[in-house]
């Protein structure tokens, strides 16, 4: 199973990475730009993306926006990964666009269920 995930913060980038990188194929990146490049040539089926990407110009939901342009992406799961977490911001991921939403820090255990689903 291939995952893209984007995050600007290096640590969890780094924690992501090495609790899957046994069981999945990860391409972790920090800018929404190199989501996009990575996009157009790969067929992810997790798209994990944070949803604040210090980035003035794009967040996480304008990510998925873009991401589900992509023909070849349009049955891939997309996972809102976020230091926003309660009810309120797991209504507003799941009502902007995204399959599922997985508040950090996480649960290694919740984590692996989740990408399994």
């Known amino acids: 199973m291939k995952v893209l ?4 913060d290096t640590i969890s ?5 090495q609790a899957v990188k046994d069981k999945y194929e990860i391409d972790a990146v920090e ?3 190199e989501a996009f490049e990575l996009a ?8 994990l993306i944070d949803i ?6 794009i967040d996480g939901f304008g990510v998925l ?6 023909s070849h992406l349009k049955d891939s799961t997309y996972i809102a990964h ?6 309120e911001w797991k209504l507003k991921c799941i009502d902007g666009g995204f399959h599922y939403y997985n508040p950090k820090p996480f649960m290694l255990s ?3 269920k989740l990408i399994k689903k």
Request: net charge negative; aromatic share 18%.
């Open 5 to 8: 995930y984007l995050d600007d």
């Open 31 to 33: 800018k929404a730009e």
């Open 65 to 70: 926006e873009k991401l589900k342009t992509f």
């Open 110 to 112: 919740e984590f692996e």
């Open 13 to 17: 980038r780094f924690l992501v990475c």
């Open 40 to 47: 157009k040539n790969n067929d992810y089926e997790i798209l």
């Open 52 to 57: 604040n990407l210090n980035d003035p110009n």
């Open 82 to 87: 976020t230091n926003y977490f309660g009810e």
